[in-house]
């Protein structure tokens, strides 16, 4: 599996570049916009306009704005209502375009962008919920299981969007932290790794008869969770008790990860020891993008140490630089090496998360890269 995808991959395009001072960052995003983006509020253009958010942060570059702009245009009507949307669907997947849209609110101020994330906001209240209050990933298809892909897509929406219209609100913050408390409760392993899900109910084919969870590590579930703990952990109010636990929860997955981290400076799609090197595992390019920003915002911002995790990070950022960017003739780059999806509507086993096809230029790879590039970038270390 690995060796196939990858040579097909690395065969259609140039060797990979020397980690330099090019700015991958400005250069990837430059690359995806002369080769266009379908306007979509899937979560996969989401953390693509999430990157897109901290490129322009990192550029002041006003076509990249106009782009953006242009995107989100599209995609909202005047009247707020978004494009192809499905008001009726709880699925947390679909909620992750919350946090752009508040973003373009924050800027603009325009009322439309308002109204559209409220109109997420309200499916989310009425979203089915396991017996102590999670989340279900999506309804009816996985009643009573949370996963951590959904932490990233919904509750940093909630989080943002209380703190913008609800401040006060107690029993919300308290809500959105227990999204996080249920999820890590479940599906931590001691050596502060995080497998995929957990079923509630524990009747899934995969669930653990005792606590329900899911029995792999898959990385990109782990990296979305990495993220998204950063995410509310700069939204929570600074004295509120969840957000020192998230600190806790955000550090010793640092520390899991860490330990687990390749000696080619990667993360294994499936990070369990025992599948390292088996045929079909490899080192895959989304989640070692995630965990890469996860390390680099967390030490940018001073909550991890230097002395712990500066040199996990250099080795990292390198390791994704060199291993899955390549370049064209025509002077564009490609964020190589994502798979395409790993879901907990199968039987969530090795054989399954092999099965994936890999991809070059996934805007759930390309999304996380560039938040990296973009850590990297303005690094104060
Ligand atoms: C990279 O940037 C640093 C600091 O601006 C500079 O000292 C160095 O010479 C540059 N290296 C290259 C290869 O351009
Ligand atoms: C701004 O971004 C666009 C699109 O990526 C790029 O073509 C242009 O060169 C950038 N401008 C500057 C001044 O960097
Ligand atoms: C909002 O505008 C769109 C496009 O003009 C229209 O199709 C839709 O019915 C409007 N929705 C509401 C709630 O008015
Ligand atoms: C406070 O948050 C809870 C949970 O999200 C919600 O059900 C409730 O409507 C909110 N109350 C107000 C006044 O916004
Ligand atoms: C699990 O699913 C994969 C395909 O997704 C299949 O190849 C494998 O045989 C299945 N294993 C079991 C134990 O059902």
Known sequence: MKSI?????????AVAKPLSNTSYARLLTDSVIRRGVDP????????????LENVYELTGNETIYNFYRDQVDALVYENGTIDSYIYTKHSLDNYRLGNNLLWWYEKTGEEKFKIAASDIKVLLDSHPRTATGGLWHRDPTYPNQMWLDGIYMADSFYAKYVKLFQPNNQSAWADVALQFDNID??????????????DESKVAVWADPVTGAAPL????????????LLEVISLFPKNHAARARFLTYFKDQAEGLKNAQDETGGWWNIMD?????????YIESSASAMFTFGFLRGLNQGILKKSQYSAVAKKAYKSLVDTFITSNDDGTINFEGTVEVGSLGSNATFQYYSSIAVV?????????????????????F
Do not use: C
């Open 5 to 13: 995808n990858s040579l097909v991959l690395l065969a259609a395009a």
């Open 40 to 51: 979509s509020f899937h979560y996969s253009q989401a953390t693509f306009y999430t990157a």
């Open 185 to 198: 409760k479940w599906t931590r392993k001691d050596n502060n790794l995080l497998v995929h899900g957990y």
């Open 217 to 228: 590590v898959w990385a990109r579930a782990d990296g979305w969770y990495f993220m998204a």
């Open 273 to 281: 020891e025992q599948y390292e090197d088996v045929d079909g595992n």
């Open 360 to 380: 070059q230029n996934d805007l759930r790879g390309i999304g996380p890269f560039l938040g990296a590039a973009k850590e990297w970038e303005t690094r104060k």
